[in-house]
């Protein structure tokens, strides 16, 4: 069984795809753009985007009765591998004990021209 979890402190999908998916013990979030889902906009620079990123995950996982300590794994996609330092640091503020397992890598464009999009897989 598949259950789709959403909260509209989260942006909503932009497509054909859920918030995230519980399934099996296992909680799957989809990747999340810094969009503010109040004002629908995204902050500037790097720093504030992945701010912006983590509290729609952290809304996302709430929303499935977790926390950022539920975190397993984590993919990290940045527009620029120049701005791995700036996302790392607001990252690394999240996660307090264990860390999950992650990756981060450059792809050649996000969504919407965001700087960063991260999305996670946490154990429920």
């Given at each position: ?8 402190k989260?942006?909503?999908a932009?497509?054909p ?13 989809s ?20 701010e912006?990123?983590?509290?729609n ?7 499935a009765?977790c926390?950022?300590?539920n975190?397993v ?8 591998m ?15 004990g264990?860390c ?7 792809v ?8 960063v ?6 154990a429920?």
């Amino acid at each position: 069984m598949k259950k789709a979890i959403a909260t509209t402190k989260a942006p909503g999908a932009i497509g054909p795809y859920s918030q995230a998916i519980a399934a099996n013990g296992m909680l799957f979030i989809s990747g999340q753009l810094p969009i503010d889902p109040v004002t629908g906009t995204m902050p500037e620079g790097v720093a504030a985007q992945t701010e912006q990123s983590m509290k729609n995950l952290e809304a996302i996982l709430n929303e499935a009765g977790c926390t950022f300590d539920n975190v397993v794994k984590s993919t990290c996609y940045l527009a620029d591998m120049s701005y791995f330092g700036d996302m790392n640091a607001v990252y690394a503020k999240y996660f307090k004990g264990d860390c999950p397992a992650r990756a981060a890598f450059a792809v050649k464009e996000l969504p919407k021209k965001a700087l960063v999009e991260i999305e996670m897989i946490a154990a429920l």
